[in-house]
C-alpha cells in the first residue's frame, strides 16, 4: 500500500512551465512503475510520462521532448518538469504508482492537480 500525493499545479501562460511534485508514502525505488497521467474535460485518462524501478522512461508523443519525468530516491519523490506548456496540456495531471501485490501489480492513484495553461 502506497499513499500519493500532488502538489505544484496551477495557471501558467502558454510558453511558460511548471513542476509537478508527487510524494509516496514509502519508498519509490520498490514500486515497479510511476507515471503521470491526465485527464480533460470530456477526454479519458491519458498516460503522459512513466518511470520504471530499473530508470526508462516513456512519453506520450504530444510530450516529448517538452516534459521530463524524474524520481529522486531519497525524497520518495516523483516529478513532471513541465516546458514550453501549450492551451492543450490543460487538465487535470494525476500520480500513479504501480506496486506489486498478490494479483501481480496493482494501480494507486493521487487526487490530482488542475494544470491550466492560459493567456
Known amino acids: 500500500q502506497v499513499q500519493l500525493v500532488e502538489s505544484g499545479g496551477g495557471l501558467v501562460q502558454p510558453g511558460g512551465s511548471l513542476r509537478l511534485s508527487c510524494a509516496a508514502s514509502r519508498s519509490i525505488f520498490s514500486i515497479a512503475t510511476m507515471g503521470w497521467y491526465r485527464q480533460a474535460p470530456g477526454n479519458e485518462r491519458e498516460l503522459v510520462a512513466a518511470?520504471?524501478?530499473?530508470?526508462?522512461?516513456n512519453y506520450v508523443d504530444s510530450v516529448k521532448g517538452r516534459f521530463t519525468i524524474s524520481g529522486d530516491n531519497a525524497k520518495d519523490t516523483v516529478y513532471l518538469q513541465m516546458n514550453s506548456l501549450k492551451p492543450e496540456d490543460t487538465a487535470v495531471y494525476y500520480c500513479?504508482?504501480?506496486?506489486?501485490?498478490?494479483?501481480?501489480?496493482?494501480?494507486?492513484w493521487g487526487q490530482g492537480t488542475q494544470v491550466t495553461v492560459s493567456s
Open positions: 518511470l520504471t524501478s530499473h530508470g526508462s522512461t
Open positions: 500513479n504508482a504501480g506496486v506489486y501485490c498478490a494479483s501481480g501489480v496493482c494501480d494507486t
